[in-house]
């Protein structure tokens, strides 16, 4: 029974900053990668970050990069999403969501068809 839960989300004026948390549990893999992913209603969901339990490996997305950063928590079984300089184009749902992965892999640009488990997500809103 694996559960994802998101939290962190909230309003926040332009240029600000918010701390986006997502506690797993379940999981039985001993490596997987955790990946953000961001929707905004009527689009699929995009890519944002990731991040592979093997070696701490973090890659962002064109958009993001520079702005946010990701952490890894294993022993409180949690990764966080540190967002600063927060534009009115990051608002939407941000979900998090796990995908076993091979020893020695590092995650990239990953499609959200290709993540086993899903959190309910979290909503930003980065609005003045």
């Known amino acids: 029974q694996v559960q994802l839960v998101e939290s962190g989300g909230g309003l926040v004026q332009p240029g600000g900053s918010l701390r986006l948390s997502c506690a797993i549990s379940g999981v039985t893999p001993a490596y997987y990668a955790v990946g953000w992913f961001r929707q905004t209603p009527g689009k699929e969901r995009e890519w944002i970050s990731c991040?592979?339990?093997?070696?701490?490996?973090?890659a962002y997305a064109e958009s993001v990069k520079g702005r946010f950063a990701l952490s890894g928590d294993h022993g409180r079984n949690a990764v966080h999403l540190q967002m600063d300089s927060l534009r009115p184009e990051d608002t939407g749902n941000y979900f998090c969501?796990?995908?076993?992965?091979?020893?020695?892999?590092?995650?990239?640009?990953?499609?959200?068809?290709?993540?086993?488990?899903w959190g309910e997500g979290t909503l930003v809103t980065v609005s003045s």
């Open positions: 991040l592979t339990s093997s070696d701490g490996y973090a």
């Open positions: 969501a796990v995908d076993p992965i091979p020893v020695g892999s590092r995650c990239f640009g990953l499609s959200p068809r290709g993540m086993d488990f």
